[in-house]
């Protein structure tokens, strides 16, 4: 089946500071998601974009489908960042997804 | 806020007992989920469901059973816990196919 990797795996930044987090996917997909599960482990759904490009506020995401790789580029980052950020796949139909394993954001104050 | 509750939130049962984990949901969207995470795993899709009484298996079904007798409401039962079935259980909806997912706040399960 398709393989969805994620890096880095661990990341711990500044408050203030910008990162870019990765998804790497192994086969064409139908759509991908980007989502924050934050320290109460409620999972918020951040980014629809099985291609482009979309900003929402200190967030965006690139996904280029042709090349399987997609990012989440957080900017100016702020304590409530901290969390984990999920991407998943779908290539069947429906939400039959694959997530990848995570990535551990942590912002210190 | 998605119009989606999970019930029980937590819950505590011994191996060999049945258990039902339900989600209920007001948006009215079509497609249901039910997917387990486990650390080192990230989540895993159990069962889904694309209308009521229609529903098919995930990457990770053995061990359980699913219902929809409306709209509204999945239900993710297991028939015999057990230990390794010790998990954060998550319901998620979706209006259609290749729409965005909204998750429930999901359900801690403890199998002792």
């Known amino acids: 089946g398709i393989q969805v990797e994620q890096s880095p795996p661990d990341l711990i930044l500044q408050e203030g500071a910008n990162s870019t987090l990765r998804c790497n996917f192994s086969?064409?997909?139908?759509?991908l998601q980007w989502f924050h599960q934050n320290p109460w482990g409620q999972l918020i759904n951040l980014f629809y974009?099985?291609?482009g490009t979309k900003q929402n506020g200190r967030l965006s995401a690139t996904t280029v489908a042709t090349e399987r790789y997609s990012l989440l580029y957080i900017s100016s980052s702020q304590t409530t960042d901290s969390g984990v950020y999920f991407c998943?796949?779908?290539?069947?139909?429906?939400?039959?997804?694959?997530f990848g394993a995570g990535t551990r954001l942590f912002v210190k104050a | 806020d998605a119009g989606i509750t999970q019930s029980p939130r937590h819950k505590v049962t011994e191996t060999g007992t049945p258990v039902t984990l339900r989600c209920h949901q007001t948006?009215?969207?079509?497609?249901m989920y039910w997917y387990r995470q486990d650390p080192g795993h990230g989540l895993r899709l159990i069962h889904y469901s694309y209308g009521v009484k229609d529903t098919d298996k995930g990457e990770v079904s053995d061990g359980y059973s699913v219902s929809r007798s409306k709209t509204e409401d999945f239900l993710l039962t297991l028939e015999s816990a057990t230990s390794s079935q010790t998990s954060v259980y998550f319901c998620a909806i979706t209006w259609t196919e290749n729409t965005e997912a909204f998750f429930g706040q999901g359900t801690r399960l403890t199998v002792v």
């Open positions: 948006e009215n969207h079509r497609y």
């Open positions: 998943a796949v779908e290539r069947d139909g429906g939400f039959k997804t694959i």
């Open positions: 086969d064409s997909v139908n759509n």
């Open positions: 974009i099985p291609s």
